[in-house]
């Protein structure tokens, strides 16, 4: 039994993972690092091109409770993010070259999986196939998918926000704190008084743009609510910023409770400390303008910046007309889709996809036909349906959270966290109960 897998990102390398877990011979196609994409820079399979972080710890939110169950089914992802953590308050977010180079060394050293690097331009018409070819998905098998689906191809664009080397950060005018005091004070926060964010605000809503890549001319400018360009969310509003990632509830210096009108936020990037992101500062301005106007914010006057934030295309499928709850396209069971192409929105959610499809596509490979080992009362499972069902509206990227999961029979009392709290130990007990079935016995 073998399975192919176009794709070695966050997806593409779980569902290569669990394949061959399930006994399959999987042969993997990578194009980098001979070609790489207009967000790619690192020649190691996962690459984080957004942010280091893989969102909340607690298994009373939505990404959380996702991640408890990956790990309990032995995530290959979350071993990795797990190993190569970084402090980040509540949040588990990662060294992003150790995790890469993590997961690569794990695939490229697996008896079952062949990596071949080249670039494919056709889709598979035999044998078993998951398509994780991601966001940036090449030219050449773009197409090939858009004949394959017809005009239910969508698009979007969502963006990377910049890091600054913190020997550059002025540490007298920036302070470490975690919000309200709770967990460690792992963010550097970067306060601002009215006028100086009165200052910052106009600059950054009148800073120029960059010019969109020669693949993006022409086509439908569209932006994904949670991964925005901060010049985008700031000209929605003054206070907007003041109520999202520059809100400055809770967080004072150390020692005093002085009050901010609003507080820019860095998170550690790597293991060592010397890099930190802007948190929520996804940007598609010029280089020259983020450093002018990102210098703008006090302690940043000086900061050097090591990588700038960057723009690009995301493509995902009208997946509810497409995909079965295993990822399996309707009318071609053989042929599974993972990834930010199917709709999911984030990290985690990528790799849960590619675990569902890789664990599928085996299963197949077998002989089983069954189209949704994961109820919707698990979290792996509610994103499944959700990406094979939709919602009321028209289909748009999700990431994981309650609101997709199965309602319980009855009302749970007690406020949001009870709700929360029944959901998630509901869905544990799920999962044990697939586990102790032998779902992957070889």
């Known amino acids: ?89 509540g949040a588990l977010a990662v060294d992003r070259t150790a995790f890469s180079d993590y997961i690569t060394k794990k695939i490229c050293t697996h008896p079952r999986i062949r990596v071949v690097e080249e670039e494919v331009v056709q889709i598979p018409v035999d044998g078993i196939t998951v398509i994780a070819t991601g966001p940036l998905t090449s030219e050449p098998l773009a197409r090939e998918i858009a004949k394959l689906v017809g005009d239910r191809q969508l698009s979007f664009y969502d963006a990377a926000a910049p890091i600054v080397d913190f020997s550059t950060i002025d540490m007298d005018r920036a302070f470490f704190a975690s919000r309200y005091g709770k967990g460690t004070p792992d963010y550097i926060n970067c306060p601002m008084n009215k006028d100086e964010y009165a200052a910052f605000y106009e600059a950054l809503i009148h800073a120029e743009e960059a010019q969109l890549h020669d693949f993006e001319q022409g086509e439908k400018f569209r932006v994904f609510e949670g991964c925005m360009p901060v010049e985008v969310m700031a000209r929605r509003g003054e206070d907007t910023l003041r109520y999202g990632p520059l809100k400055p509830v809770g967080i004072s210096r150390p020692g005093t409770e002085e009050k901010y009108y609003a507080v820019v936020q860095l998170r550690r990037e790597n293991r060592e400390g010397t890099m930190y992101n802007l948190v929520g500062f996804q940007t598609h301005l010029t280089f020259p303008e983020q450093r002018r106007v990102f210098r703008m914010i006090p302690g940043l006057e000086n900061a050097a910046f090591l990588r700038y934030g960057v723009m690009h295309r995301n493509t995902f499928l009208n997946s509810p007309k497409l995909l079965h709850p295993d990822y399996s396209m309707r009318g071609r069971e053989n042929l599974f889709f993972a990834g930010q192409m199917t709709g999911v929105e984030g990290y985690v959610e990528s790799a849960a996809s590619g675990f569902v499809a890789g664990l599928c596509a085996a299963r197949r ?15 792996i499972g509610a994103m499944a349906h959700y990406v094979s069902a939709g919602g009321t509206a028209d289909f748009q990227p999700m990431n994981a959270n309650f609101g997709i999961m199965q309602s319980p029979p009855e009302r749970i009392r007690g406020g949001k966290k009870a709700r929360h709290v029944f959901y998630a130990d509901r869905a544990l007990e799920e999962i044990a109960r697939i586990m102790k079935k032998g779902l992957f016995a070889l």
């Open 1 to 89: 039994m073998t399975v192919q897998i176009i794709g070695a990102g966050l997806a593409g390398c779980e569902a290569a993972w669990q394949a061959a877990r399930l006994g399959a011979d999987v042969i993997l196609y990578e194009m980098k690092p001979a070609k790489m994409t207009p967000a790619h820079s690192y020649k190691g399979f996962a690459e984080l091109v957004c942010s280091n972080s893989l969102r909340s710890a607690d298994i009373a939110s939505g990404v959380g409770l996702l991640k408890e169950e990956l790990s309990r089914m032995d995530s290959l992802i979350m071993e990795a993010a797990k190993t190569n953590a970084v402090p980040a308050g």
């Open 365 to 379: 490979g077998r002989g089983n036909t069954e189209t949704s080992p994961f109820p919707a009362t698990t979290m």
